[in-house]
């Protein structure tokens, strides 16, 4: 298990492979996507035997795996008897993220954030967890436009974004994300044909809280859920290296998680320009 600097990682992920180790590495995969391509075509080419899983807890987390079944239409939940796709097919998506870090955040200040050798610095490191969940509920996006600013000193690199997406199926979508802040919001809201759906941060205790609306007869269901991402991630790549059951947190799945990251970033610094996610 390794959670090295994030520009140091990749190196040392492949020594662990060469010496015949199951490896557990933290998220992302890599800093850019050229890094993470390279990762990805040594370890499927020379060591496929091993488990390497990228730590990644929000594929891990009990309420994202819910609203995943919900868009998806693929009811796994034990818990529920929620009818497959109760919002229908979704058309419209809108993610909003205040996650503030402080200037004294003892993460934030480590010697690697604060001078990234990548461009984008902790925009990486965090919006990385909003790709993950975004292409666990909704899927892959094919382009992105996006607009990025740093506004903090003390934050190294770009805080915050205003983005477009557009994903299969002519769903678009929209994302408000900041670093620089001091309220916390976190809030993913989907418009489907015959409802919607939200996910958002409890405000009221740890967790998150998933709410459906139905068109037809306007039911409400809400249902909240615990953390339980970290617990999760770590229970699943001990299975996976005895070879039971199934993880989510491959590093192929990790290598997409990244290249959703740099294509807002290259669009960011391009002034907006569209940036098709597949090319990279």
């Not at 009818?83 to 402080?102: E, M, Q």
């Not at 993950?132 to 003390?154: E, H, K, P, W, Y």
């Not at 269901?221 to 290296?241: I, W």
Request: hydrophobic share 40%.
């Amino acid at each position: 298990i390794m959670a090295l600097p994030l520009d140091v990682q990749p190196e040392y992920v492949m020594k662990c492979l060469k010496a015949n180790k199951h490896v557990l590495s933290e998220k992302p995969i890599a800093p850019t996507v050229d890094e993470a391509a390279k990762l990805l075509e040594m370890y499927k080419k020379e060591y496929t035997h091993l488990t390497w899983s990228v730590a990644e807890n929000f594929r891990y987390e009990p309420a994202i795996i819910r609203a995943s079944e919900i868009i998806q239409g693929d009811n796994q939940s034990t818990t529920t008897t929620t009818t497959k796709k109760i919002i229908g097919d979704p058309f419209l998506v809108s993610l909003t993220i205040r996650a503030p870090f402080a200037s004294d955040n003892k993460y934030l200040n480590t010697p690697w954030r604060k001078e990234p050798s990548w461009y984008g610095g902790l925009f990486c490191d965090a919006f990385v967890h909003a790709s993950a969940m975004l292409r666990s509920i909704v899927g892959d996006a094919q382009s992105v436009t996006a607009i990025t600013s740093s506004n903090a000193d003390f934050i190294p690199g770009i805080d915050t974004m205003s983005a477009n997406i557009v994903w299969p199926n002519n769903v678009l979508g929209s994302l408000s994300v900041t670093y620089f802040c001091k309220d916390v919001k976190f809030e993913l809201e989907i418009i489907g044909s015959g409802g919607k759906m939200t996910l958002t941060r409890k405000t009221d205790g740890p967790g998150y809280r998933v709410v459906t609306v139905s068109n037809d007869d306007g039911e409400r269901v809400e249902e909240d859920f615990g953390y339980g991402g970290l617990k999760g991630e770590f229970f699943a790549f001990a299975a996976a290296c005895k070879g039971e059951g199934v993880d989510r947190n491959t590093p192929s799945e990790a290598f997409l998680d990244i290249a959703f990251v740099e294509a807002c970033l290259l669009s960011g610094k391009d002034e907006g320009l569209k940036k098709d996610v597949a090319k990279l």
